[in-house]
């Protein structure tokens, strides 16, 4: 089993930036074998893919936030990051980390492959 945890969400103004983290436990968890991502559900939206880590380094993003959203790893600390500049009230929802073995992710922007979900953390931007 894999437990993750989300820390770091609150409440800014526009123009600010806020810094997530998703530490991840567990007898199941082996670094560098998952695909980690950071997915946001606002009132009344769909859940949506914001950024993705494969276990080779490599990254995506949707474009809503390319260009201002950085996601990053810690493998010491278990802990995958997402550093959000430049935040638009439209960044306003709930964020969650996930994780899939590699063997599974093939569309890293569906929820539906996921195997392990944070509980979420809310972010909230002011205009």
């Known amino acids: 089993q894999v437990q993750l945890q989300e820390s770091g969400g609150g409440s800014v103004e526009s123009g600010g930036s806020l810094r997530l983290s998703c530490t991840a436990s567990?007898?199941?968890?082996?670094?560098?074998?998952?695909?980690l991502s950071w997915f946001r559900q606002a009132p009344g939206k769909d859940r949506e893919g914001v950024a993705n880590r494969d276990p080779d380094g490599s990254t995506a993003y949707v474009d809503s936030v390319k260009g201002r959203f950085t996601i990053s790893e810690d493998k010491a600390a278990n802990t995958l990051h997402l550093q959000m500049n430049r935040l638009l009230p439209e960044d306003t929802a709930v964020y969650y980390c996930a994780a899939v073995p590699a063997a599974y992710c093939t569309q890293w922007f569906y929820p539906g492959e996921y195997h392990y979900w944070g509980q979420g953390t809310q972010v909230t931007v002011s205009s």
């Open positions: 567990g007898a199941g968890y082996i670094v560098g074998s998952y695909c």
